[in-house]
């Protein structure tokens, strides 16, 4: 029987206290509750998109988002916090588990939180407009999975590299957010002017969305998903490499 990956273990217990605090809860959770809400029931049944409710649309694309927030949220704050502040990350960095159990720490905690979101979203889904809502594949599963990895270890890559916590700020205030808004989230990318649109369905989330509602497949589909698999790989060893070469 393997050991559980330390790193990973000491994430749940700091997850577990975090979750107890209201702030940490509403920052984390409920701002999606407030979005399926919002527009939810706002527009709801009243506008068709893709052969189906607003809300049936909606749904897959706040669960890919709440997916990439709590996932890169929890790796990139719990590293930068522990480098730039408590200095409790150096301490893990020079431990002798070695660079890839780090990372599959922080990997696996990531996901986790990215879970627990989720999880919040589907019942919030489900009480609000019922179990017709969620019209979920398979490719929706991959599609999350592969979410909460990328993003996690986008996140530990970005924990790793700043200098200074106002750096994560500037990336999640100018690159995580409008990602959020801008990849088929709340409306198909097939809205915003070509150019636009052009580099929206490069964005990794607009890979994930397009992946999340697929219902059978085809040749875009499997493209899709090996692009998400190729960068959750580069970004696996991007982190790793990052770590082996740490110094401070």
């Known amino acids: 029987m393997m050991p559980i990956n330390p790193v990973f273990f000491r994430e749940l217990l700091l997850l577990r206290k975090k979750t107890l605090r209201l702030g940490y809860i509403f920052s984390s959770f409920f701002m999606p509750l407030i979005y399926l809400c919002a527009f939810g029931w706002g527009l709801g049944s009243r506008v068709q998109l893709e052969g189906t409710s607003y809300a049936g649309f909606l749904v897959p694309g706040l669960l890919a988002m709440t997916a990439m927030n709590n996932s890169f949220n929890l790796s990139a704050s719990s590293i930068s916090m522990g480098r730039l502040f408590s200095r409790s990350a150096q301490t893990i960095f020079i431990s002798p588990i070695g660079p890839w159990r780090i990372v599959n720490g ?7 939180r990215g879970l627990l979101g989720c999880g919040i979203v589907v019942v919030a889904a489900l009480l609000l407009f ?3 809502i969620l019209s979920l594949s398979w490719y929706s599963l991959a599609a999350l999975t592969l979410d909460m990895a990328f993003f996690s270890l986008l996140g530990v890559i970005v924990g790793i590299s700043v200098s200074d916590m106002e750096n994560v700020a500037v990336i999640t205030n100018f690159v995580i ?5 801008f990849s088929g989230t709340f409306f198909p990318l097939q809205g915003l002017p070509p150019l636009f649109s052009g580099i929206a369905h490069l964005l990794p989330l607009s890979q994930v ?3 999340m509602r697929a219902k059978e497949t085809t040749p875009t589909i499997l493209l899709t998903a090996t692009v998400l698999v190729g960068l959750c790989l580069a970004a696996y060893a991007v982190a790793v490499m990052l770590l082996h070469r740490y110094q401070e």
Request: proline letters at 6%; hydrophobic letters at 60%.
């Open 106 to 112: 922080y990997l696996l905690a990531g996901m986790v």
């Open 130 to 132: 019922g179990g017709n």
């Open 177 to 181: 957010m409008p990602m959020a808004f």
């Open 209 to 211: 969305n397009l992946l």
